[in-house]
């Protein structure tokens, strides 16, 4: 089975866990071959963040549901964890769950900008900061990483 595969089936497969335990899915990431292959899920709280216990539980329960579907026909690791602060946003999903938290700009002429992420779009990030909000073009974004401290 190919790695999107895999990530939809695991998107599946989670969703229904974590909206029973009022949690959110941040991201999933699958790499690596055979033996060496890393399932990584990053999970939050909607308005608080997970617990290491929250991140145990959920494992235990993705766990069971993973070998019971044998959707990955060799051994890997399975990774659950919390984002982490200082997180690089990449995907939509990341960006959709990183709204009204604090970021980083880094501008791809090597400036800076921190602020709220108001909102986005295709085409734009909306910043919100002591300067009020500002649109800033995603072309001219480097990388948008997470600033919560």
Do not use: Q
């Amino acid at each position: 089975m190919d790695r999107e595969r895999i990530i939809e089936i695991v998107e599946d497969i989670i969703s229904p866990i974590l909206k029973a335990k009022d949690l959110v899915l941040v991201d999933i990431d699958y790499k690596g071959l055979g033996s060496r292959s890393v399932l990584s899920v990053y999970i939050d709280g909607r308005e608080r963040p997970v617990t290491l216990k929250e991140c145990e539980e959920v494992s235990g329960l993705l766990s069971l549901e993973l070998d019971a579907r044998d959707i990955i026909d060799h051994a890997y690791v399975l990774e659950v964890s919390s984002p982490g602060l200082d997180r690089v946003l990449r995907t939509e999903r990341e960006l959709e769950w990183a709204k009204g938290k604090k970021v980083k700009i880094h501008f791809e002429d090597g400036r800076e900008m921190k602020g709220r992420l108001s909102d986005f779009s295709e085409e734009d990030f909306v910043i919100e900061n002591e300067s009020g909000k500002t649109n800033i073009k995603r072309s001219k974004v480097r990388k948008i990483k997470l600033d919560e401290v």
